[in-house]
């Protein structure tokens, strides 16, 4: 195999997208290797094992979701109900061009109760997720209230993007997002 040049973030970047479409459990360093068109051996110049490359790629799922959603929910240009309605867009966007679901949400359901090291990553993100929303909703709502509604829209969100995918219905997430839209 010729000497290809490559950086952290593109193995990354391109191991997310193997470990989205076979999950965790079903991922080889081999697969991952042939996808990032590098020998296996590589993988260990900047990660200690498949464990450690998986948790690296949920932070930068992580990050990537921070950037191009909840970061819009604190911008002071725009109402609170265009902020909801431009993250809701974006997520609709994400999940209906990428047919495999959510990683993040594939990744709890396949390691729950088997692997606990992606734990925390797990639920700083979903701890975001809702975050993000309560952020949204205590500007209409009372505090109770938009914690209450944030958990069922975060579960919502979640359902409407498996039920996308079990029935490859893309209507499926979007009647979820409008429901959500009406919040505020």
Known sequence: MPKIQTNKEELIKKSMLVFIKTGYFHTTLSSLAKACNIEKPHFYYYFKDKKDLMNQVLIYASDQIQKFVFDIAYKKDMEPSARLHAILD???KIHTKNKYGCLMGN???ETVGRESFFKPVLCTYF???RETLIH???TAYEEELAKDMANEDV???Q???MLMRLYDDKDVLRKVTDNIKTRL
């Open 155 to 157: 579960a919502k969100l």
């Open 127 to 129: 701890n975001k997720w």
């Open 107 to 109: 990744t709890l359901l």
């Open 90 to 92: 974006n997520v609709l």
């Open 136 to 138: 949204l909703y205590l």
């Open 159 to 161: 359902g409407g993007i």
